[in-house]
């Protein structure tokens, strides 16, 4: 394979601009600064109040032609400065300065007085750090009056560690501006904040207005306004149509700027083409956000994604948030909003389930079967295209809703995997989130002939990502309402135990049968407990677990035989089943076993209920102070029982950050790979084209040997010896299992979405079983401690009669190292350790191969906030 030479990283000032979130929950634009906004950065300065000026000169100052044109010049890497922009409106400068290649850098602030407190300042300076980083800044000075109370307030909030010197008048802050955990979490509690509020507009909208209403029922703009309207939306509505006088006895307005009052929220239902100009047209207006059903849009094209973007765009300068374009609406149950903007022909029932649908087509489907099956919606959202609003902000907004206790996600792709990964980590610790991920993600660019890339596949890294989160994945949408049910409405199991009760065998040791292959137990109740069965079932009776009550049971044995189940503290779950036999009613046994779920004490056992071959009983057992969750099939009811007890499990494990070391060398390890990088690209420069390079390895180029071995050991990687062994015959004998060790592949790939995906898999005469395991980096020890364990041929650690067990914590240790190794340095693309042999002594890496980028870019994690 040809070496692909390495191309410089691209200057910081080649950034693209970004749109983020103020804190009011306002977008607006975040960009560089270049030659061509002197004038702009004119106006800023001599729109500033005399306070502002001394505040940020210490004392009264004209700002110059010269300081202008310095600010406006600043080359991208020794200097550099970043506007954000509110609709056209420069806002907000921050810049940096530094002595050429110097690790300090003095930063200097300036915000419109009329947009102070808006979290202006804060934004930049995280952005500003981000882009100073790449620059090679290690540390920002700033110095600001003593009594500058918001800049330092800026300063502190932002989460860097910090060193102050005071006199009586100036204080200097010396910010290191790694992006530690503490300062990345800051960051994103800032960005949660803020998109909780952006999210009021479009949520919780005072008035709402409908541009494409229709006078025609069965069209959408006309189904829209029609549900708005017959759920008693608790603001005026806005029909706009300028053909119309009136549409549902409401007066109609010709354009949304002819609108005689605010509005909140415009849903948009007109052809693509005119998308763009109604966008311009409410933000002119004033409208707060947008939800464009409108389809026509990136699922039709290149030409349709370029309109979508433009329509983004345009939003986002007039600081309005998005849904869609291409979805089916949004609905909000709240009793004190009533909003339900889509077109469903059914209303919801309101409850405790946040939906959020990628797919504008399950809309209507994904409704009607939370009415069948009688769940009650707080908030219902179809992000369609998700051009904008994304899963993303839905967690954010239902974290602080206290009337949604689960989200149910149906998603196709992941926006932002690592601002996914903690935000739900965080969600799942106080609401469950069930998901359904169809689809498969486009995995990120890959070292040809990597090992590592065989064993991470897009699927394994979303099942990595989930797991990591605590977040329950699911096959089906059926099987997310199952789970939703039993999460919504039932307590959490405190363990695996789980009681089959029920008037008939067959379907009990289906259930049983089901139960065990979950995982779960199926115990046998004590002699006590059976005895107190025996005496008021039929002799007949099976009292054991499962307990069969035979086809002559009452609805007053179930109720008796419940209550005892409930009260006896020898089951965590119940699932209740029912055979139709000749006498006994379904309707009854439902009343009887809500009778007992509401009567008995001991309230923190779930149950769950399996009616074969009726739904009559449905709405009767939602009508329980705890609804009781109804399957058709006994096997369903297992599952989704288990599916509690684990996200139980999860949630009474204890938080795991991820790991930390004092004893990494990340500076160095990234001068050996830029001076690797750069005898590359001399040799590259002198030596003929290969003109039979692989097209796949343009962005890609290895390691020479030598450079990743000392680059490892600068990560100080248990059994790394710095340099690759010298006797080709021992290593490829060591290889193949020859020597003692367990053979392992252990390795790093960075996927264009997720980041750097951490592997553990079989190698040697056990690679053909492609058993492996794969976490996204940063690893917790929790982390490193599954990929150890959770593979099939883990029990090959613990040794055998011939072999003693391997020293497992020092393979975790490796692994924790190798992720933080991925995580500081994004130009890696891929790491083989091939092979790792697993010792009683600690892990021995007896082979590593490493590529890079040819164009590193920040860590996915550590990025600054910005929508999407």
Not at 42 to 47: A, I, K
Not at 231 to 240: A, L, R
Not at 495 to 512: E, F, H, T, W, Y
Request: charged share 20%.
């Amino acid at each position: 394979m040809a070496l692909t030479s390495p191309s410089p990283p691209p200057r910081p000032s080649a950034r693209a601009a970004v749109d983020v979130l103020l804190a009011d929950g306002t977008a607006a634009r975040l960009r560089p600064v270049g030659p061509g906004d002197a004038e702009a950065v004119r106006r800023l300065f001599s729109g500033l109040s005399r306070d502002s000026l001394v505040m940020r000169f210490f004392g009264p100052h004209r700002v110059t032609d010269a300081e202008i044109e310095r600010i406006c010049g600043l080359d991208g890497v020794d200097g550099a400065a970043l506007a954000i922009e509110v609709g056209e409106e420069l806002v907000a400068l921050a810049e940096y300065d530094r002595r050429p290649g110097a690790g300090e850098a003095e930063v200097a602030f300036v915000v419109a007085d009329a947009h102070q407190g808006r979290g202006a300042g804060t934004l930049l300076l995280e952005h500003l750090a981000a882009w100073a980083r790449q620059a090679g800044v290690q540390r920002f000075v700033v110095e600001t009056l003593s009594v500058n109370a918001k800049m330092l307030g800026v300063l502190r909030a932002a989460g860097f560690a910090r060193q102050y010197e005071r006199d009586a008048s100036v204080t200097r802050v010396v910010l290191d501006i790694a992006p530690t955990e503490e300062a990345l979490a800051a960051a994103a509690e800032r960005d949660r904040q803020a998109t909780v509020r952006s999210m009021l507009r479009l949520l919780r909208p005072r008035s709402v207005a409908v541009i494409g209403a229709s006078r025609q029922p069965g069209t959408i703009g006309h189904e829209i306004l029609r549900n708005l309207v017959a759920s008693g939306f608790t603001g005026p509505v806005f029909p706009v149509n300028p053909e119309a006088q009136a549409i549902a006895a409401l007066p109609t307005w010709p354009s949304i700027e002819a609108v005689p009052a605010p509005v909140d929220l415009a849903v948009v239902s007109v052809p693509a083409p005119a998308v763009l100009e109604v966008t311009e047209a409410c933000g002119r207006a004033g409208v707060g956000a947008l939800v464009v059903v409108s389809a026509g849009f990136a699922e039709t094209g290149p030409a349709g994604a370029e309109l979508e973007r433009q329509v983004t765009r345009a939003a986002h300068r007039h600081g309005m948030r998005l849904i869609g374009p291409n979805c089916f609406g949004v609905v909000n149950a709240d009793p004190l909003v009533k909003l339900n903007a889509t077109f469903a022909p059914d209303p919801p029932r309101v409850g405790p389930i946040g939906f959020a649908s990628q797919s504008g087509g399950l809309g209507i489907a994904i409704l009607a079967e939370a009415a069948q099956r009688g769940l009650g919606i707080s908030t219902f959202v179809s992000m369609g295209n998700k051009a904008d609003v994304s899963s993303n902000d839905l967690l954010s907004w239902w974290l602080d809703d206290p009337e949604t206790k689960v989200a149910l996600l149906y998603l196709e792709s992941f926006g932002n995997p690592p601002k996914f990964r903690r935000l739900a980590g965080r969600f799942s610790r106080a609401k469950p989130i069930v998901a359904v991920k169809s689809g498969r993600s486009r995995a990120g660019t890959r070292a040809a002939r990597s090992h590592t890339a065989a064993h991470a596949s897009p699927e394994r890294a979303v099942d990595a990502l989930l797991e990591q989160t605590g977040v329950l994945r699911v096959s089906t949408v059926e099987e997310l309402f199952d789970v939703g049910a039993v999460l919504a409405h039932q307590p959490l199991p405190a363990g695996p135990r789980v009681g089959i009760l029920g008037n008939a065998g067959g379907p009990g040791v289906l259930a049983a049968d089901a139960v065990a292959g979950w995982g779960l137990e199926v115990p046998e109740l004590s002699p006590g407990l059976q005895d107190r069965l025996h005496a008021f079932l039929p002799p007949e009776a099976g009292v054991a677990n499962p307990v069969d009550m035979v086809a002559s049971a009452t609805p007053d044995h179930y109720r008796q035989a419940l209550e005892l189940l409930l009260a006896s503290g020898e089951v965590d779950a119940v699932i209740v089943i029912f055979t139709p036999p000749l006498t006994t009613t379904a309707e009854d046994v439902a009343a009887a076993l809500v009778h007992a779920v509401d009567h008995t004490e001991a309230t923190h056992v779930p149950v769950v209920a399996a009616f074969l071959g009726t739904e009559r009983a449905r709405h009767r057992l939602q009508a329980a102070v705890r609804p009781i969750p109804s399957f058709t099939y006994p096997e369903s009811a297992a599952r989704a029982v288990a599916h509690a007890v684990r996200y139980s499990r999860w949630r009474a494990t204890p938080e795991d950050p991820p790991a930390t070391f004092d004893d990494l060398d990340p500076n160095g390890a990234r001068q050996l790979l830029a001076e690797a990088a750069e005898r590359a690209d001399g040799d590259r420069r002198s030596a003929p084209s290969d003109e039979n390079a692989d097209e796949d390895e343009g962005a890609l180029w290895w390691v020479p040997p030598e450079v990743a071995w000392e680059v490892l050991g600068r990560y100080r990687l248990p059994g790394v010896l710095g340099r690759p062994l010298p006797d080709p015959t021992a290593a490829a004998a060591a290889k193949a299992g020859a020597s003692g060790g367990l053979p392992l592949l252990a390795g790093v790939l960075r996927d264009a979405a997720f980041g750097a995906l951490v592997v553990l898999a079989a190698a040697g005469p056990l690679e053909d079983l492609d058993d492996s395991a794969t976490r996204v980096a940063p690893l917790s020890r929790s982390d490193a401690r599954f990929l150890v364990q959770g593979r099939r041929t883990s029990s090959l650690l613990a040794g055998g009669p011939d072999r003693p067990p391997a020293d497992t914590q020092g393979l975790e240790e490796l692994l924790l190292r190798l992720g933080r190794l991925a995580e500081d340095l994004p130009e890696i693309a891929t790491i083989d350790l091939n092979p790792v042999l697993a010792t009683p002594e600690g892990p021995l890496v007896l082979g590593a191969k490493m590529a890079v980028f040819a164009q590193p870019a920040e860590p996915l994690g550590t990025r600054p906030r910005q929508l999407r």
